[in-house]
């Protein structure tokens, strides 16, 4: 017979290499990722998730045009028409659930809907484009949700402007984060959801001292 108190099983791992959600996740955090149109919502939730991921993605067609301003978007193909979402746990105990915006002005009534139950959201920059991160810094500021912004840097970001110039651009205040990422890469994007929950974190240790 076997012994009674047997070693639990080995975690399970997917054939993407990513470990699953496991029973002890206790804290599930609603993440919103918006942004520009284009500006690459969903392959930053593509490239974090750790299963795969829900998107709305669809192409571009002749009806489009006049629509979707995509200027300086070359090769863009595909569009979210509803929202994007993935999982991804950033410790045995916390889980973020990642919903990516569309980025079409056509669809910012999703917007307030989606920003309902967020803790936090993260707002991805193209410099190229930067007027178009205006809407989504003004709809977190008046949901009073707490974020962090992103700059997603492209190969073709000839004129690299600093982050304090950024900064300045977006009229950002010194206590929101404001870093680089490449929504490509899994660790890069994986460092910008752990900035938001950082800040998270600090918010809530600041309104405890304050009451």
């Known amino acids: 017979m076997g012994s009674a108190t047997s070693d639990p099983p080995s975690p399970t791992v997917t054939a993407s290499g990513r470990t699953p959600l496991t029973d002890a996740a206790e804290t599930g955090l609603k993440i919103v990722v918006v942004g520009g149109f284009g500006v690459g919502k969903t392959t ?16 571009m067609t002749q009806a489009g045009v006049g629509v979707d301003e995509t200027g300086g978007l070359t090769g863009k193909t595909t569009t979210t028409v509803a929202f994007d979402f993935g999982r991804i746990s950033l410790n045995e ?33 193209d410099t190229r484009r930067m007027d178009d991160s205006w809407y989504a810094i003004d ?14 840097r492209f190969d073709d970001d000839r004129a690299r402007h600093s982050l304090d110039e950024i900064r300045q651009a977006l ?3 010194d206590d929101v984060p404001l870093i680089d990422c490449d929504a490509r890469v899994r660790t890069s994007g994986k460092h910008v959801l752990v900035t938001l929950v950082d800040h998270l974190y600090q918010l809530a240790l600041a309104q405890e001292s304050a009451s």
């Open 44 to 59: 930053l939730v593509r490239s974090v998730s750790e299963i795969r991921p829900l998107n709305t993605e669809e192409v």
């Open 93 to 125: 105990r916390m889980v973020l659930y990642l919903f990516g915006a569309p980025g079409q002005e056509r669809f910012w009534f999703l917007w307030d809907r989606l920003f309902s139950g967020t803790l936090g959201a993260v707002v991805l920059v």
């Open 139 to 152: 709809r977190l500021e008046h949901h009073r949700t707490p974020f962090v912004v992103a700059v997603n």
């Open 171 to 173: 009229a950002l205040p």
